[in-house]
């Protein structure tokens, strides 16, 4: 679900984001309970034009373990496990942030912001047995979770997710592949929900994320974090509707071809910022403890470790 902030620390990270002129600048950062993670913000649609695709491939932790120090148990068995999800979407960071406010980006009427994201989520139960489910969702509508016949996944697998919309955000595509085995499974043409006598639940491309976050069960009531050790995105990218692509720092991506020497490199300090696009990375704060630190780097494709600490 998207991030809910404070008067005050709206008015921080509006003055944060309006002083970062560069992806080379230290981006806002965002201290919330659920998300870890960076995201792009348009702020300013006379600058940029609205995002319709992100995409990345996750790379699964080898392990998942029981954390040394959970923040809360977990329900007796056969509900014992601690989950975390990492996905890719569209328009998650909308509503009260406030770099979404700075855009002054409305919808057109009858509509209002969904949600439209795909990716894994990850268990492990109190006895080490652990669980990989791709899913895809539509907010407000619930996740469609794929079944292992669908499409398989295991600890170390590379999981490439693709998120599109079309139509100014009325209707999307989701691909999801297992790198490894080659089995994809893909949904297109995903009408925007509409709820009954209310809005339809457009994507208008104000954000794009690739974010790790603390996932619900069906009754919405969060689950404890795992140990997932280092949850990677790799080749990470959001592209606009005037074909202008962007990695997770800011920077504007070069095409592969188009790099020089025709390589995939890190261009350091050398990153040209995106004009009209804001990075603000999330980090999981709990009661003042810290679970997560953030790293996002830029290439041909931008790659972000999102590492659990534990509240070290």
């Given at each position: 679900?998207?991030?809910?902030?404070?008067?005050a620390v709206l008015a921080a990270a509006a003055a944060a984001a309006a002083a970062a002129a560069s992806a080379t600048a230290p981006p806002?950062?965002?201290?919330?309970?659920?998300?870890?993670?960076?995201?792009?913000?348009?702020?300013?649609?006379?600058?940029?034009?609205?995002?319709?695709?992100?995409?990345a491939t996750i790379v699964l932790p080898s392990q998942l373990r029981v954390p040394e120090h959970p923040a809360s148990p977990v329900p007796p068995p056969p509900d014992d496990r601690y989950t975390v999800s990492a996905w890719v979407g569209l328009?998650?960071?909308?509503?009260?942030?406030?770099?979404?406010?700075?855009?002054?980006?409305?919808?057109?009427?009858?509509?209002?912001?969904?949600?439209?994201?795909?990716?894994v989520e990850m268990s492990v139960y109190a006895n080490g047995t652990t669980e990989f489910?791709?899913?895809y969702e539509w907010v407000p509508l619930d996740p469609v979770r794929l079944p292992a016949s669908t499409l398989s996944l295991a600890a170390g697998d590379e999981l490439r997710v693709l998120v599109q919309s079309s139509s100014d955000g009325r209707f999307g595509n989701a691909t999801l592949t297992n790198v490894r085995t080659g089995q994809s499974y893909s949904q297109l043409d995903v009408p925007a929900p509409q709820t009954w006598r209310g809005?339809?639940?457009?994507?208008?491309?104000?954000?794009?994320?690739?974010?790790?976050?603390?996932?619900?069960d069906a009754a919405y009531v969060h689950y404890v974090f795992p140990d997932w050790g280092v949850v990677?995105?790799?080749?990470?990218?959001?592209?606009?509707?005037?074909?202008?692509?962007?990695?997770?720092?800011?920077?504007?991506?070069?095409?592969?071809?188009?790099?020089?020497?025709?390589?995939?490199?890190?261009?350091?300090?050398?990153?040209?910022?995106?004009?009209?696009?804001?990075?603000?990375?999330?980090?999981?704060?709990?009661?003042?403890?810290?679970?997560?630190?953030?790293?996002?780097?830029?290439?041909?494709?931008?790659?972000?470790?999102?590492?659990?600490?534990?509240?070290?």
């Open positions: 679900m998207p991030p809910t902030l404070s008067v806002p950062i965002f201290n919330g309970s659920y998300w870890a993670g960076p995201t792009l913000v348009r702020t300013s649609a006379a600058h940029a034009a609205p995002f319709t695709s992100v995409s328009d998650g960071w909308t509503g009260d942030d406030p770099v979404a406010a700075v855009a002054n980006v409305s919808s057109a009427a009858g509509t209002a912001s969904g949600l439209w994201q795909a990716g489910v791709p899913w809005p339809t639940w457009i994507v208008d491309g104000r954000s794009a994320e690739w974010i790790v976050e603390n996932a619900t990677r995105f790799r080749d990470a990218v959001a592209c606009a509707a005037d074909g202008r692509c962007v990695g997770p720092d800011g920077g504007v991506v070069v095409p592969f071809a188009e790099e020089e020497g025709g390589e995939d490199e890190d261009k350091g300090n050398d990153v040209t910022a995106a004009e009209g696009v804001q990075v603000v990375i999330t980090q999981v704060v709990v009661d003042g403890v810290r679970y997560t630190e953030t790293d996002v780097r830029h290439g041909g494709g931008g790659e972000v470790c999102v590492k659990y600490i534990g509240g070290n």
